[in-house]
């Protein structure tokens, strides 16, 4: 079975706005495409926590119109706008294409950023899509970055970005476990949280990996 999605206002939302902690998002299908800025995402902006993603399937591709790695459009994402935790992403899935789109994880308060975990046989980033775990908090008590762990037989990346950032507070790990070889071109390694590979096949084209704190 397919499920499809298109457009910037259609999609899957789980929000918590109080002190009660969002619902999770479950989803199993043979394909899932979100395309033209579809998205699926949980948030919190009280007290309460986001929910978790869980997604499981053959395929997933996601296309959009991401600017900069936005979170908002054409993506995967959890986000916490205050005091809660942002929800944890699990995605395993045989082939993972991103298109533009992204899968990624916000924090903008005091609230944690949650974990990204990828399991696939292939995962492919092009036209500035990506994976990030971002806090962008503007004060002291900011939440730290959530991490990145990816286990894959290939990566390409052209044009893509695997990435955690911080503002005011720590950044998170990323890592990527491919058992065999690795080739790697243009790789840029920033200052923040660890970032540690263990590759079969690692392609990148003008791609990124790197961690970032400017607090």
Same mark, same amino acid.
């Given at each position: 079975?397919?499920?499809? =999605?298109?457009?910037?206002?259609?999609?899957?939302?789980?929000?918590?706005?109080?002190?009660?902690?969002?619902?999770?998002?479950?989803?199993?299908?043979?394909?899932?495409?979100? =395309?033209?800025?579809?998205?699926?995402? +949980?948030?919190?902006?009280?007290?309460?926590?986001?929910?978790?993603? =869980?997604?499981?399937?053959?395929?997933?591709?996601?296309?959009?119109?991401?600017?900069?790695? +936005?979170?908002?459009?054409?993506?995967?994402?959890?986000?916490?706008?205050?005091?809660?935790? +942002?929800?944890?992403?699990?995605?395993?899935?045989?082939?993972?294409?991103?298109?533009?789109?992204?899968?990624?994880?916000?924090?903008?308060?005091?609230?944690?950023?949650?974990?990204? +975990?990828?399991?696939?046989?292939?995962?492919?980033?092009?036209?500035?899509?990506?994976?990030?775990?971002?806090?962008?908090?503007?004060?002291?008590?900011?939440?730290?970055?959530?991490?990145?762990?990816?286990?894959?037989?290939?990566?390409?990346?052209?044009?893509?970005?695997?990435?955690?950032?911080? =503002?005011?507070?720590?950044?998170?790990?990323?890592?990527?476990?491919?058992?065999?070889?690795?080739?790697?071109?243009?790789?840029?390694?920033?200052?923040?949280?660890?970032?540690?590979?263990?590759?079969?096949?690692?392609?990148?084209?003008?791609?990124?990996?790197?961690?970032?704190?400017?607090?």
């Amino acid at each position: 079975e397919t499920l499809a =999605t298109t457009g910037s206002t259609t999609g899957f939302r789980a929000d918590s706005e109080g002190a009660g902690n969002a619902g999770g998002i479950f989803i199993k299908a043979h394909q899932i495409k979100l =395309t033209d800025g579809a998205m699926m995402s +949980s948030s919190a902006s009280g007290t309460g926590a986001a929910g978790s993603i =869980t997604i499981l399937a053959d395929t997933l591709a996601i296309s959009g119109k991401p600017s900069k790695m +936005s979170a908002l459009s054409g993506s995967i994402f959890a986000f916490s706008a205050a005091a809660g935790n +942002s929800g944890n992403i699990l995605i395993d899935a045989h082939q993972i294409i991103l298109n533009n789109g992204a899968i990624s994880n916000l924090t903008l308060g005091s609230g944690t950023g949650g974990t990204i +975990s990828i399991s696939t046989d292939s995962l492919t980033i092009s036209e500035a899509g990506g994976i990030a775990a971002n806090s962008l908090g503007e004060t002291e008590t900011a939440g730290d970055a959530g991490n990145i762990h990816i286990q894959a037989n290939t990566i390409k990346m052209n044009s893509g970005v695997i990435i955690t950032a911080a =503002t005011n507070a720590a950044g998170g790990d990323i890592t990527i476990t491919m058992p065999r070889q690795v080739d790697l071109h243009k790789l840029l390694f920033g200052e923040g949280g660890n970032t540690s590979t263990t590759p079969i096949l690692l392609y990148l084209q003008q791609g990124e990996i790197a961690t970032n704190v400017k607090g």
